[in-house]
């Protein structure tokens, strides 16, 4: 039996976001940790893999240089949706008061998750492959050759025209598509398959008829986590700026270490928002037993679409 996805209301995506936003007040130590643990082990996968750059500083060719890179980045793409995914599971533990710690961010190497959640990488560098191509059609044959120009003639401080698409239209919904349907993919099919129980082939295809049936609601929440995100985004590099000012005023040091301490505290805050958004999201649009939403309208709604 397939499994229903519900139509909520557009006022959902505001309340995702609230109750995302009072997580803490449930065992934040876990979540909040769980979190902070999640940006180290991202930033020791890039470490690692771009390791070679440091042992190899002067004498690693561009092609080298390049390939490193990508492998990083790679490995980066498959690792988060596993990440993620743990981080939802500790957050699920904590909203249902179930013990939980900041280590069972690798729940999903527990529960034989981790594979159909890194595939979800792949999906995404395809999206993105797929994306390319069509802005490379929409953008005219001529477009990339001269925007390396206008590049380099800006690293050189000689002025160039800026090169023009021949259907710009079509480049910004390209681009709309891919960022909306990308991170739907990541961010809702990740629940589905840790919590859901299905497979990455259902987990993409309910992922998609979920954005697409309730995309007015995805795309209020997305609206105002991005405007949030670039308000306390804006507020927290003023303020690294004073951190690093009064920090310098001890040792250089210092306030280069606040001024990490900041970022580490605002990226965990950030994490938090949006996996919890998510998770609220799959909820009231997915779940059923002891997730389900309370809310009657949601359960006594007759009209439901089945994906």
Known sequence: MSQ?????????????????????????????????????????????????????????SMDSFISTLVLAVLAAVLVLPVL????????????????VRARD??????????????LLGLIQIALALICGSLLLWATGPDFWSQYQDMARGAITGRITNVPSAEQPMLVILVQLAYY????????????????????????VKRSLGASLWNLGSYLFAAMLFM??????GLLVSVASLLLMQLGSLLAPTVGQLLVMALFAVYGTAFLVVMCGTCYFAWRDVFAQDEDAPTAPAAAANPGHFEA
Do not use: C
């Open 4 to 60: 229903p996805i519900r139509k909520v209301p557009l006022t959902h995506g505001a309340q995702w976001l609230i109750r995302a936003i009072n997580l803490g007040t449930r065992n934040p130590r876990a979540i909040f940790g769980a979190a902070l643990l999640l940006i180290a082990v991202l930033y020791l996968v890039l470490y690692l893999f771009t390791m070679p750059l440091r042992l190899g500083a002067d004498s690693i």
């Open 84 to 99: 993620l995914g743990g981080l939802m599971h500790v957050i699920r533990e904590a909203e249902n008061n179930r013990p």
């Open 180 to 203: 909306y349907f990308s991170t739907a993919v990541v961010l809702v099919s990740v629940p589905l398959i840790m919590f859901s129980g299905l497979g990455i082939s259902d987990a």
């Open 227 to 232: 405007f949030g995100a670039m308000i306390t």
């Open 105 to 118: 961010l690798f729940a999903p190497l527990r529960l034989h998750k981790a594979l159909p959640l890194a």
